[in-house]
């Protein structure tokens, strides 16, 4: 059906001006199945003025009609004929009403009904009238945006910029999420980890929360500048802003936390500080001088309040007389940001206290100076002790978290104020270019404290906001055989740092500096969870997991899904016996999709119960078992290559939560089971889409090296295959066999079934189906010899199924048939099974790929890994104890181990409430087969 040139004119995809370019540009709008239909990129050639939100409220533009462009934040659908849609601007947010009026500018139904299916965070040109909102019997004004007193008649949509796929989550979760760190406890309020933010950084970024934290932290950064820009040391001395090399030939201070990289055939260090270039600077006669630059730190903590690569605000400068000319400038400083950031970010203040609600930060116009020592005796005259340590607290000792916090509030209740400094620093809690305290202080601090003081003080100072320490300065050592003497106590060599030693051998004036941390204070200035959160981009040890293990080629180019092409739509398939088609051209075949791309886990979607849901963009596949109580079973990854695993994970889900129907029935809604095979799904799955995992099972792999596999050098395994070779027994492999063997093979498939159904219920994810996709099989056949019979009959039977390149092969089934050395056999024959799985093991080892995989067995506990704990975690434990204990699950995997395989976890992971009693029997019953 094709709509009227009116409705062309309504929605679809503009040219500024309202024209179309050509016929295919018009046609844009067209009612097919595409969830973004109508969506295009726009080209500006002049055209109404566009609006900010914010000026929307003016009296003169009540009744008015209006232009802007803005993302969709969320939709919400009414009716059929009502559908409200709130539009975002960075920080702003309006309403907008979509719903038929009288001519001549009425939505179409067609229209709303189009509209009311863009994905959030789509990016629109919206021409609607201003009015005054219809409010609810009791309500005075809209919530839930930023403005709150008008709204907008919707008269025209048009997709500038479309979502290629579903996000991970929406902006309107992340923003109306209250507790950004801890879940909830009604399992509908929307939930999204610290790690989903970070793995889906850019949506996280657009949020209320984010979008104000960046502009609070470049207001931090602006006044930094600012305030130093202006301020003339003595009246006589500007301080420059300079720009120094992150590159440099030695370590600053400890080896031990600097990255080191190789550097044309050298080594070289990324620069824990701009330290060194700016003392460089000093005695290069600048005066005074500061940076904001990246400062990298090689310390493997995984903490909340450290990273790997942060911005420093850094300073140096000449002293007159002591070192606390600087710690006065520090302090200026700022004092002049905590201003800016209150008086200039007022808004956006107020904005992160919805999520972290933390009193503003107060700090005196004369800040307290504390002598360390001071402070550990506060902390000991109050009682207080270190639970990690349970150690006296020691003068000569730098301060633990812990002590930090709490001398923090110790300062709060005496003084009143989240702003302080430590002054006169151990010797031992300082770097090797502190300059020691003089004389008169030294015996100061000692007639006051004694000999608790436990050695010397230095020049140098901490500047703590709400507890923690946020910069660290003092003055520097500039006499050049002192300097040497310091680096040799230290065992810092020299090399790599003749230049920086040259500034203090050819004379350099006394100095001082300081380094502050920018996300530490802007973590602490908002009172954020997490220091992650106060990095743009944050880097930490986890940060640059390796890539994927690449693809060594694939065996079916034509069935390559990053050539295949682009398209839409949504089909579900049968797994083995159809080719689906696209609009122009079929899908390439599943079977040809587990050979290039495929893990064992994947081979079993060529089973009957399993359906196939194909994604048009990329050719790739998703396999699943719908359950009667509305849940989906996902097992494996998806088939495509690993770059584009996370785009279609995303549009399968999306399709799963509409319930959409393909070719097949429609399956569940919102509610979804996986059994992931690889930790890449539990990242994609755990992190991008804030997903519970847990692991009990493990996928058994062999890595085959040369001709002999190592499971030859098991006692047991070595004895059994002599007894099988002394009853005669014979390994035969087949691509291709005599109908007479199948049908024997057959035959004694039905026997083993019926052994099986004797014993009861097992857990098992496919059906034994051995000719099925023969082509990427090869088939181990150990025969034994009949009595008074010149025949031989299988007594063992192992398949091999071909894997993508990265797996290699999978051992599909391992038969061990019932012995035929009696009228009624009901136990294996001895070492068949050990001789037809050798026979299997060398013949992968000729191939020269030496990868083989058993498939998944039950491991020897469960585990959980994200988001699982507690009262749940004892209950699953439990039940998979009994389940185990009852069928004997490790009983595959101690075999296997037998073999030489190890294991390599995989994880059950479930959308965040999906795994309550339902959910738990979904899984059950598609695992447990009576027969």
Not at 74 to 87: H, P
Not at 817 to 826: K, V
């Amino acid at each position: 059906m094709r709509e009227s040139e009116e409705e062309r004119n309504a929605y679809g995809e503009v040219d500024w001006d309202g024209d179309y370019d050509d016929e295919e540009q018009r046609d844009a709008g067209r009612d097919d199945d595409d969830d973004d239909e109508g969506g295009g990129k726009g080209r500006r050639r002049g055209g109404p003025t566009l609006q900010k939100i914010p000026t929307l409220s003016s009296p003169s533009l009540l009744h008015q009609p209006i232009h802007i462009i803005a993302r969709i934040h969320t939709i919400r659908a009414v009716s059929s004929s009502l559908v409200f849609i709130v539009f975002r601007q960075q920080l702003d947010s309006i309403q907008g009403v979509l719903s038929p009026t009288p001519p001549p500018s009425s939505p179409t139904p067609h229209m709303i009904h189009w509209a009311s299916r863009l994905h959030p965070e789509t990016i629109v040109h919206v021409k609607a009238i201003v009015q005054k909102p219809n409010l609810p019997k009791g309500g005075d004004r809209i919530e839930g945006t930023s403005v709150h007193d008008v709204e907008l008649r919707i008269l025209e949509l048009h997709v500038l910029s479309r979502v290629a796929e579903p996000v991970p989550f929406t902006v309107y979760d992340a923003d109306i999420n209250s507790d950004a760190h801890e879940p909830h406890p009604n399992p509908l309020t929307p939930y999204i980890p610290s790690r989903s933010r970070i793995a889906s950084r850019i949506i996280h970024l657009r949020s209320l929360t984010a979008q104000s934290t960046f502009r609070i932290q470049s207001t931090i950064t602006t006044a930094f500048r600012a305030h130093l820009a202006d301020l003339e040391y003595l009246h006589t001395t500007p301080l420059l802003e300079i720009h120094t090399p992150k590159l440099q030939g030695g370590a600053s201070e400890s080896g031990a936390s600097v990255f080191k990289l190789k550097y044309f055939g050298r080594t070289a260090f990324l620069a824990q500080s701009p330290q060194l270039f700016k003392q460089m600077s000093i005695a290069a006669d600048f005066g005074g001088v500061y940076e904001v630059g990246p400062v990298f730190r090689a310390e493997n903590s995984n903490t909340k309040r450290h990273l790997t690569e942060y911005t420093g605000l850094d300073l140096e400068m000449v002293i007159k007389q002591d070192y606390h000319e600087v710690m006065l400038v520090v302090d200026s400083v700022l004092k002049a940001i905590f201003s800016s950031v209150y008086t200039k970010r007022r808004r956006e203040v107020d904005v992160i206290k919805a999520q972290f609600p933390v009193p503003d930060l107060v700090w005196l116009p004369k800040t307290p100076v504390i002598a360390f020592a001071d402070g550990i005796q506060m902390l000991i005259d109050s009682g207080w002790t270190d639970p990690s340590s349970q150690q006296p607290l020691l003068k000569n000792q730098d301060l633990s978290t812990r002590a930090e916090i709490q001398l923090g509030k110790l300062i709060k209740q005496k003084y009143n104020t989240d702003y302080y400094i430590l002054d006169l620093f151990p010797k031992s809690a300082r770097p090797f270019y502190t300059m020691p305290a003089s004389a008169k202080v030294q015996r100061r601090m000692e007639e006051r404290h004694g000999e608790s003081l436990g050695g010397l003080v230095t020049s140098s100072f901490d500047i703590f906001v709400r507890g923690q320490e946020i910069t660290t300065g003092g003055q520097r050592i500039h006499d050049y055989g002192m300097l040497v003497d310091a680096m040799a106590e230290n065992d810092i060599s020299a090399r790599g740092l003749e230049e920086y030693l040259d500034g203090f051998r050819w004379g350099a004036p006394p100095h001082a500096g300081a380094g502050i941390g920018l996300e530490r204070l802007l973590m602490l200035i908002l009172g954020l969870d997490d220091i992650r959160n106060a990095s743009m981009y944050p880097r930490d040890p986890k940060s640059l997991p390796e890539p994927p293990k690449a693809l060594e080629g694939i065996r079916h180019p034509e069935a390559d899904t990053l050539v295949w092409g682009t398209g839409v739509g949504r089909i579900l398939s049968s797994p083995f016996l159809s080719s689906p088609s696209s609009r122009s051209r079929s899908l390439p075949p599943v079977p040809s999709l587990i050979a290039n791309y495929g893990d064992a886990a994947n081979t079993s979607w060529l089973d009957d119960r399993y359906l196939v849901w194909r994604d048009v963009r990329t050719g790739g596949a998703v396999g699943f078992v719908p359950s009667s109580s509305g849940f989906a079973i996902i097992v494996g990854d998806p088939l495509c290559d690993k770059s584009q695993t996370a785009g279609v994970v995303a549009r399968f889900l999306a399709w799963l939560g509409r319930g959409e129907k393909g070719k097949g029935k429609e399956k569940g809604k919102d509610k979804d089971k996986g059994n992931i095979k690889s930790t890449l799904r539990d990242s994609v799955l755990g992190s991008r889409l804030g997903w519970s995992s847990f692991t009990c099972i493990a996928e058994s792999r062999v890595e085959l090296e040369g001709e002999v596999p190592g499971a030859l050098d098991d006692k047991e395994v070595g004895r059994k295959i002599r007894k099988a070779e002394s009853e005669g027994i014979e390994v035969g492999v087949w691509a291709a066999m005599s109908l007479h063997l199948k049908h024997q093979i057959d035959d004694r498939i039905k026997e083993w079934r019926e052994g099986r159904r004797k014993k009861g219920g097992q857990v098992r994810l496919t059906e034994v189906e051995v000719w099925r996709d023969s082509i990427h099989r090869q088939y181990f056949v150990a025969l034994a010899p009949r009595k008074r019979v010149d025949d031989k009959i299988p007594v063992a039977l192992v398949v091999l199924h071909q894997l993508s390149p990265m797996y290699g092969f999978q051992v599909k089934y391992a038969l061990d048939f019932p012995s035929s050395s009696s009228s009624t056999p009901t136990t294996p024959t001895t070492g068949a099974i050990e001789s037809a799985l050798t026979t299997a093991m060398h013949s992968v080892a000729s191939t020269g790929s030496g990868r083989l995989t058993f498939g998944t067995s039950a491991t020897s506990r469960l585990t959980p890994t994200r988001g699982v704990g507690g009262v749940r975690v004892k209950i699953l434990g439990h039940a998979y104890e009994a389940i185990s204990e009852r069928m004997a699950l490790r009983g595959k995997g101690e075999f296997r181990k037998k073999m030489g395989a190890e294991e390599e976890e995989v994880y059950v992971c479930y959308p965040r409430g999906g795994l309550g009693t339902r959910g738990a029997k979904a899984v059950l019953d598609f695992c447990v087969a009576e027969s």
